[in-house]
């Protein structure tokens, strides 16, 4: 049970919550470390004993909270006024009484078949407690503040539900249609007889290397509303109680409440089943120690089924009880036609009824315009950007004022690797951003995947590459020959570093992996033996299933940073540049084709490896300047030189110099291009000398 209610909305009265798009995080905050276990061994649940009568269960509980709190005067929505957090917060409480009413885990839990305890994961938490928000609207005198999560424009217990749908949108937007159609924006959410990548077959195994089926043991499609994600990375339920699926049943199933309803075991992971069987997680552990590679190693992340992992729970420990409206609805929404409270509390539990009043599935058109948008008055349609509502989730430190008062936040994280949807989060505290680079700069947000969307990896649609800003960079890269001129800017620059699964017992950022599915937006990298992008709080150890609280590091201007067992030695099974079709692998030590001595198992190899290169076009560069100043103090000591010398000196100091600035400005001395970096550096050098030999000869011809 979490703090009593009464406490934990002492303050909530005045925080406004404006009708755009505010935060929206994927709120795994009790996010529970996944953990994994040796299929078919099955893990013995151990069920609760029924509560006694005298104690009333955790859901009572919360109950009486709520009844004391609404009799208080709360949750009292003003005509024609902007509801405040608080009443947003409110909002769910009837529909909180609704599923204690109905949902089985409460039956389980009155029959003493129960393994796990639940905590109730509501509003509050997810939109006002999570990430020190509290600390936070205090210290900057707010009422509240929405910290990780932004707010959708209406939610599914707002009545009537005011959206017309995607298919209306099409209508008069057929182009747009047609690219968001085939996008995994719109494959995010779906019916359980639209998933055509196993023949809607849900219970058979997806890959032959693991036997995990998409829905768990002892959950059946007429049990489910509807599955959350794609084959690129995961897949989860949501109920036909529209409640997040953070258990399974063994021995049983949900549907004639038999058997034991288990917290975890959850959620399909495909780099689990897919791509890190038994073998390969043997190969990982000789250079990444400590590396599960047996079930009962994978900790709380575990199951009893080899690719179904643990989510939002800790596997027959604990499990979050939260409703759609709590969590699910901000980042894979879903929306009803129902006009009443009614209306919709009468389809909660049935299937039929649900599907038949859902209006759009996904990320549709609506998320970012609004419901009905331009039909309706224009409320957020043309908007340059509504991203930050599901990518933009961050987190308040502190202690973050000290390298960067302008910024006091970091991104949010999954264990000791950031969440996904912190692209924004990430990108706000860059260079690009203060510079006014924005998501829809780069991205077309109506084609965001241009492959096929069942591949493992995103290729994404963009309005403008890395080379469209950045031209002399391109020009060295360009240049530069052998392997790396076939590759991209995002290879080195953009690696895999965000979590969807919060996969704890995989992740180990000191070896750039294993559980990283989406592109990091920093940029920044950062050429350093042994300084990392993520560390733990200072003074704790480095072992993710042992500590919380990872974060961002920053460089001495106050930025995140990539480091270079990110960039150059990463593992992940999602990264395009990793594993599209021909693909090298770069230089994982896992995915490489490449000699062994390129494999990299630590960043110290790849330091190595960049000081090779840069070193020569470092010290060509400061022969460069030395030799310009020499020119210079030969001119101005030479006041008779004769105009045909001196032209001929200038204009080789001149090219000589438009060198030097190219370099200055790729910035990645020798990164980019390391032979081009050289034989121009050493033209440079060439043009001084000859510069300097006019000089001296004049000299000598005067005297």
Same mark, same amino acid.
């Given at each position: 049970?979490?703090?009593?209610?009464?406490?934990?909305?002492?303050?909530?009265?005045?925080?406004?919550?404006?009708?755009?798009?505010?935060?929206?995080?994927?709120?795994?905050?009790?996010?529970?470390?996944?953990?994994?276990?040796?299929?078919?061994?099955?893990?013995?649940?151990?069920?609760?004993?029924?509560?006694?009568?005298?104690?009333?269960?955790?859901?009572?509980?919360?109950?009486?909270?709520?009844?004391?709190?609404?009799?208080?005067?709360?949750?009292?929505?003003?005509?024609?006024?902007?509801?405040?957090?608080?009443?947003?917060?409110?909002?769910?409480?009837?529909?909180?009484?609704?599923?204690?009413?109905?949902?089985?885990?409460?039956?389980?839990?009155?029959?003493?078949?129960?393994?796990?305890?639940?905590?109730?994961?509501?509003?509050?938490?997810?939109?006002?407690?999570?990430?020190?928000?509290?600390?936070?609207?205090?210290?900057?005198?707010?009422?509240?503040?929405?910290?990780?999560?932004?707010?959708?424009?209406?939610?599914?217990?707002?009545?009537?539900?005011?959206?017309?749908?995607?298919?209306?949108?099409?209508?008069?937007?057929?182009?747009?249609?047609?690219?968001?159609?085939?996008?995994?924006?719109?494959?995010?959410?779906?019916?359980?007889?639209?998933?055509?990548?196993?023949?809607?077959?849900?219970?058979?195994?997806?890959?032959?290397?693991?036997?995990?089926?998409?829905?768990?043991?002892?959950?059946?499609?007429?049990?489910?509303?509807?599955?959350?994600?794609?084959?690129?990375?995961?897949?989860?339920?949501?109920?036909?109680?529209?409640?997040?699926?953070?258990?399974?049943?063994?021995?049983?199933?949900?549907?004639?409440?038999?058997?034991?309803?288990?917290?975890?075991?959850?959620?399909?992971?495909?780099?689990?089943?897919?791509?890190?069987?038994?073998?390969?997680?043997?190969?990982?552990?000789?250079?990444?120690?400590?590396?599960?590679?047996?079930?009962?190693?994978?900790?709380?992340?575990?199951?009893?089924?080899?690719?179904?992992?643990?989510?939002?729970?800790?596997?027959?420990?604990?499990?979050?009880?939260?409703?759609?409206?709590?969590?699910?609805?901000?980042?894979?929404?879903?929306?009803?036609?129902?006009? /009443?409270?009614? +209306? @919709? !509390?009468? %389809?909660? *539990?049935?299937?039929?009824?649900?599907?038949?009043? #859902?209006?759009?599935?996904?990320?549709?058109?609506?998320?970012?315009?609004?419901?009905?948008?331009?039909?309706?008055?224009?409320?957020?349609?043309?908007?340059?950007?509504?991203?930050?509502?599901?990518?933009?989730?961050?987190?308040?430190?502190?202690?973050?004022?000290?390298?960067?008062?302008?910024?006091?936040?970091?991104?949010?994280?999954?264990?000791?690797?950031?969440?996904?949807?912190?692209?924004?989060?990430?990108?706000?505290?860059?260079?690009?951003?203060?510079?006014?680079?924005?998501?829809?700069?780069?991205?077309?947000?109506?084609?965001?995947?241009?492959?096929?969307?069942?591949?493992?990896?995103?290729?994404?649609?963009?309005?403008?590459?890395?080379?469209?800003?950045?031209? /002399?960079?391109? +020009? @060295? !890269?360009? %240049?530069? *020959?052998?392997?790396?001129?076939?590759?991209?800017? #995002?290879?080195?620059?953009?690696?895999?570093?965000?979590?969807?699964?919060?996969?704890?017992?995989?992740?180990?950022?000191?070896?750039?992996?294993?559980?990283?599915?989406?592109?990091?937006?920093?940029?920044?990298?950062?050429?350093?033996?042994?300084?990392?992008?993520?560390?733990?709080?200072?003074?704790?150890?480095?072992?993710?299933?042992?500590?919380?609280?990872?974060?961002?590091?920053?460089?001495?201007?106050?930025?995140?940073?990539?480091?270079?067992?990110?960039?150059?030695?990463?593992?992940?099974?999602?990264?395009?540049?990793?594993?599209?079709?021909?693909?090298?692998?770069?230089?994982?030590?896992?995915?490489?084709?490449?000699?062994?001595?390129?494999?990299?198992?630590?960043?110290?190899?790849?330091?190595?490896?960049?000081?090779?290169?840069?070193?020569?076009?470092?010290?060509?560069?400061?022969?460069?300047?030395?030799?310009?100043?020499?020119?210079?103090?030969?001119?101005?000591?030479?006041?008779?030189?004769?105009?045909?010398?001196?032209?001929?000196?200038?204009?080789?100091?001149?090219?000589?110099?438009?060198?030097?600035?190219?370099?200055?400005?790729?910035?990645?001395?020798?990164?980019?291009?390391?032979?081009?970096?050289?034989?121009?550096?050493?033209?440079?050098?060439?043009?001084?000398?000859?510069?300097?030999?006019?000089?001296?000869?004049?000299?000598?011809?005067?005297?």
């Amino acid at each position: 049970m979490k703090p009593n209610l009464l406490k934990r909305l002492s303050a909530t009265c005045c925080a406004f919550l404006f009708a755009g798009s505010l935060m929206a995080q994927e709120a795994d905050t009790g996010a529970v470390e996944s953990v994994v276990v040796d299929a078919p061994a099955q893990v013995e649940a151990t069920p609760a004993q029924p509560a006694a009568s005298a104690e009333p269960t955790t859901a009572e509980k919360y109950q009486l909270d709520l009844k004391e709190l609404n009799s208080a005067g709360y949750a009292k929505q003003r005509p024609g006024v902007p509801r405040t957090l608080d009443e947003y917060v409110r909002g769910a409480d009837s529909f909180f009484d609704l599923l204690i009413d109905q949902h089985p885990i409460f039956k389980y839990e009155k029959a003493g078949k129960l393994a796990g305890k639940y905590t109730m994961s509501d509003r509050q938490e997810e939109f006002v407690e999570i990430n020190k928000g509290p600390k936070y609207a205090e210290k900057v005198g707010l009422e509240h503040a929405a910290v990780t999560y932004r707010l959708a424009w209406d939610s599914i217990l707002d009545y009537p539900n005011k959206y017309v749908g995607p298919k209306k949108c099409g209508e008069c937007h057929p182009a747009q249609y047609t690219q968001w159609e085939r996008s995994r924006h719109r494959k995010t959410v779906r019916f359980t007889n639209d998933i055509e990548e196993v023949g809607n077959d849900l219970k058979k195994p997806v890959y032959s290397t693991a036997p995990a089926s998409i829905l768990p043991l002892g959950i059946q499609a007429e049990d489910v509303y509807a599955i959350i994600g794609t084959p690129r990375t995961k897949y989860g339920f949501i109920d036909k109680w529209l409640v997040r699926g953070t258990y399974h049943v063994q021995d049983g199933n949900l549907s004639d409440l038999t058997g034991t309803l288990t917290a975890g075991g959850n959620q399909f992971s495909r780099v689990w089943s897919e791509n890190i069987t038994p073998e390969v997680a043997k190969k990982i552990a000789e250079f990444s120690p400590g590396f599960p590679t047996k079930m009962e190693d994978f900790g709380h992340s575990r199951s009893t089924v080899w690719g179904t992992n643990s989510y939002g729970s800790k596997y027959a420990e604990t499990m979050m009880f939260q409703p759609a409206s709590s969590y699910c609805e901000i980042c894979h929404p879903f929306k009803f036609n129902f006009n /009443t409270k009614d +209306e @919709f !509390f009468a %389809a909660i *539990g049935d299937k039929e009824k649900l599907e038949a009043h #859902t209006i759009s599935l996904g990320i549709s058109c609506e998320e970012c315009h609004g419901p009905g948008a331009h039909l309706y008055g224009a409320r957020g349609a043309g908007m340059p950007s509504n991203c930050e509502r599901c990518h933009q989730r961050f987190a308040y430190q502190d202690d973050e004022r000290e390298p960067n008062p302008r910024k006091p936040f970091n991104v949010y994280f999954k264990s000791s690797c950031p969440s996904c949807g912190t692209e924004g989060s990430q990108m706000y505290s860059s260079a690009h951003y203060d510079a006014g680079m924005r998501c829809t700069t780069c991205h077309d947000p109506h084609e965001v995947t241009i492959n096929d969307w069942k591949d493992g990896y995103t290729l994404t649609g963009l309005k403008k590459t890395c080379a469209d800003c950045h031209e /002399t960079q391109a +020009e @060295f !890269f360009k %240049a530069a *020959g052998g392997v790396h001129a076939k590759d991209n800017c #995002t290879g080195c620059h953009m690696p895999n570093m965000m979590s969807c699964e919060n996969f704890a017992a995989i992740q180990n950022p000191d070896k750039g992996g294993f559980d990283n599915v989406r592109a990091s937006h920093i940029w920044n990298i950062k050429v350093s033996k042994d300084e990392k992008s993520i560390n733990p709080p200072a003074g704790k150890d480095r072992d993710p299933m042992k500590v919380k609280g990872w974060r961002f590091e920053r460089d001495n201007n106050g930025r995140f940073f990539i480091d270079l067992m990110w960039s150059c030695g990463r593992t992940s099974y999602s990264d395009p540049d990793l594993m599209k079709p021909g693909a090298s692998g770069c230089h994982s030590p896992v995915q490489s084709t490449l000699p062994a001595d390129l494999k990299f198992t630590n960043q110290e190899m790849i330091y190595d490896k960049v000081m090779a290169w840069q070193t020569p076009v470092k010290e060509g560069y400061d022969k460069i300047k030395e030799g310009l100043k020499n020119v210079d103090k030969a001119i101005a000591n030479n006041p008779s030189l004769n105009s045909t010398d001196k032209s001929k000196a200038l204009l080789l100091a001149k090219e000589a110099n438009e060198i030097k600035k190219k370099l200055e400005k790729d910035g990645g001395w020798g990164i980019h291009g390391p032979n081009y970096a050289k034989r121009i550096v050493d033209e440079a050098l060439v043009y001084i000398e000859e510069a300097l030999n006019i000089l001296s000869g004049q000299k000598t011809a005067k005297k």
